[in-house]
T-cell receptor
Framework: GENVEQHPSTLSVQEGDSAVIKCTYS??????FPWYKQELGKGPQLIIDIRSNVGEKKDQRIAVTLNKTAKHFSLHITETQPEDSAVYFC??????????FGQGTILTVHP | NAGVTQTPKFRVLKTGQSMTLLCAQDMNHEYMYWYRQDPGMGLRLIHY???????AKGEVPDGYNVSRLKKQNFLLGLESAAPSQTSVYFC?????????????FGEGSRLTVL
């Protein structure tokens, strides 16, 4: 089955800096790669996703890049703000919405 | 519009006891899922359903059973709870299956097995 590795497990940045989280996946059949944000005491919420026919996607301060040859994808957050502090999960899907999640990254943005 | 609602939010069980977690969604979604979340392991799929009356095993199905008798509800059962089942459980639903489709998650149910 699919295996998704996520790094780093924790990330601490100053407000205004950029943050980058990286994931690798194992199944070349995966073709959908979402990113979820989980705030304390809440369920994960989709923030951005990318499909295998696209190399990069941007939505305001967040962007995701995908390298299918190398089987890795990354989340980029620019101009970080304290409200970006949360746990971020990458995921990969081979079908039926069954997502395989990475281990999560705890992002802390210091004012 | 409540979205995905899980009950109960917290539960403490003794080893060997049984319980059922209830998930209800009001978005008319076809697909529903149960995940468990453990520190350092992300979310792992327990069981899922692609429609009323259907269920299928996910990555970590052992020790759990599920039922989808009504489209809006997805029940997760533990017949004989074990300490290894201490976790936070998340239910999710999605409008479409295949390789796309946003998952909408509930707020989680924290289960402790003593």
């Amino acid at each position: 089955g699919e295996n998704v590795e996520q790094h780093p497990s924790t990330l601490s940045v100053q407000e205004g800096d950029s943050a980058v989280i990286k994931c690798t996946y194992s199944d070349s059949a995966s073709n959908y790669f979402p990113w979820y944000k989980q705030e304390l005491g809440k369920g994960p919420q989709l923030i951005i996703d990318i499909r295998s026919n696209v190399g990069e996607k941007k939505d305001q301060r967040i962007a995701v890049t995908l390298n299918k040859t190398a089987k890795h994808f990354s989340l980029h957050i620019t101009e970080t703000q304290p409200e970006d502090s949360a746990v971020y999960f990458c995921a990969a899907s081979v079908g039926y919405g069954k997502l395989t999640f990475g281990q999560g990254t705890i992002l802390t943005v210091h004012p | 519009n409540a979205g995905v609602t899980q009950t109960p939010k917290f539960r403490v069980l003794k080893t060997g006891q049984s319980m059922t977690l209830l998930c209800a969604q009001d978005m008319n979604h076809e697909y529903m899922y149960w995940y468990r979340q453990d520190p350092g392991m992300g979310l792992r799929l327990i069981h899922y359903s692609v429609g009323e009356g259907t269920t299928a095993k996910g990555e970590v199905p052992d020790g759990y059973n599920v039922s989808r008798l009504k489209k809006q509800n997805f029940l997760l059962g533990l017949e004989s709870a074990a300490p290894s089942q201490t976790s936070v459980y998340f239910c999710a639903s999605s409008e479409a299956g295949g390789n796309t489709g946003e998952l909408f998650f509930g707020e989680g149910s924290r289960l402790t097995v003593l």
